[in-house]
């Protein structure tokens, strides 16, 4: 009915540690049209949301794969960048015993864009078993990453084939999820699932 409240929900992976007590950190960008994204550009300090979670299919644990694949798009790395942490958190360096590779491709349209690519580069630079590529719709000069889309020609080049012990994490825009769905199978890995889950082989957040 026009002039009733309407409740609207969205989700949002923290970048800050889940070790963190007490406080979390979000990554939102906000968009002029958008339902939350702009309600919570707008807020100003001390102004309240409802809040809840965690929710979602995917639960870390050490050893759940030998190898991740990742593609993320945009603010799609947010919950890679979970991942990735909990990973290197778990090093046998670090006092644990967490061996897994992790190779992640990560999709924007210009340089400035990247999101949190100091981050990305000090955690690759820290650990050997990490390695990020880059992807641009308009890169720069003398730019070595990839140009354009994620095409499966990439993803066979930079991420992990078809085995029982790897898996493919998704997170992008709606269209672009939709592509690498296509372009994972065509590539022999297992057709993703309009809803995941942690078995699945491509796992779409």
Sequence with gaps: MAGQPKEVVRSYTPISSDENAGYFDLLI?????????????????GQTL????????????????RHFGMIAGGTGITPMLQIIRAIIRGRPRNGGNDTTEVDLIFANVNPEDILLKEDLDALAKEDPHFRVYYVLNNPPEKWDGGVGFVTADIIKAKLPAPAQDIKILVCGPPPMVSALKKATESLGYEKAK???????????F
Excluded: R, W
Excluded at 29 to 45: A, D, F, M, Q, R
């Design 50 to 65: 409802k809040v809840k979670g965690p929710k979602g299919a995917m639960v870390y644990a050490p050893g759940l794969v």
């Design 29 to 45: 960008k906000s968009y002029p049209t958008g339902n939350i994204s702009k309600h919570i550009g707008e807020l100003k300090i």
């Design 194 to 204: 309009p809803v995941s889950k942690l078995a699945d082989q491509v796992f779409c």
